[in-house]
């Protein structure tokens, strides 16, 4: 009896947590306190907390004899996107969180065009992976037939085609260096082997 009492979870320690609040993370937890530390399974800890929004996965650790401590993994949010009159943030899990369960003071890039969020992260990866300076995108516009449009923080639109997209993504890089098209407000690679400005 005396093993059960001193061996009954006390104390819950959050650890690398920047989006989510530790609040969150204890209330949905409230059950565990109390209970045999030895006995507690990961699902104990894992089951609640699928509610909490950009948690992406977790790591739990017993401290004996009464702490259990669970480092947080989170998702990042990297747009905000405008569907249905409604605004969500996307993460990098294709998760759509409502913006108003979660204002969060936060630089992010705008997504406008029905069905974007089928094809963004896609589109996003192909960015990355190519090495586009994507802190100097602003918005994002996706058009039905499958193709992109890019506005930057100065203004300038890039239209991307609906096939090619990785070879128009490394051109346009190369654009955006050349001091020659910083005067074009848009530069549009629509139309195979010909790159049209504006």
Excluded: C, H, M
């Amino acid at each position: 009896k005396n093993n059960n009492t001193v061996l009954k979870i006390e104390n819950i320690k959050i650890e690398d947590n920047i989006l989510i609040n530790e609040n969150e993370i204890e209330e949905q937890l409230k059950k565990i306190y109390k209970k045999n530390i030895f006995s507690l399974k990961k699902k104990d800890i894992e089951d609640p907390l699928k509610k909490i929004n950009f948690l992406d996965k977790v790591e739990v650790k017993k401290k004996f004899p009464n702490t259990i401590i669970i480092r947080v993994f989170e998702t990042k949010p990297i747009a905000v996107l405008f569907k249905d009159k409604s605004k969500f943030y996307i993460d990098n899990k294709s998760n759509l969180i409502p913006y108003s369960e979660k204002p969060l003071n936060l630089s992010l890039p705008s997504i406008f065009g029905n069905e974007s969020e089928n094809e963004f992260i896609s589109f996003f990866e192909q960015l990355k992976k190519n090495n586009f300076p994507l802190g100097e995108v602003k918005n994002f516009y996706f058009f039905k037939i499958g193709r992109w449009d890019l506005e930057l923080t100065n203004n300038q639109i890039i239209k991307f085609p609906d096939n090619n997209i990785s070879d128009a993504i490394t051109k346009s890089i190369e654009i955006l260096n050349n001091k020659n098209f910083r005067n074009y407000k848009i530069i549009d690679f629509r139309v195979d082997d010909k790159i049209i400005v504006d």
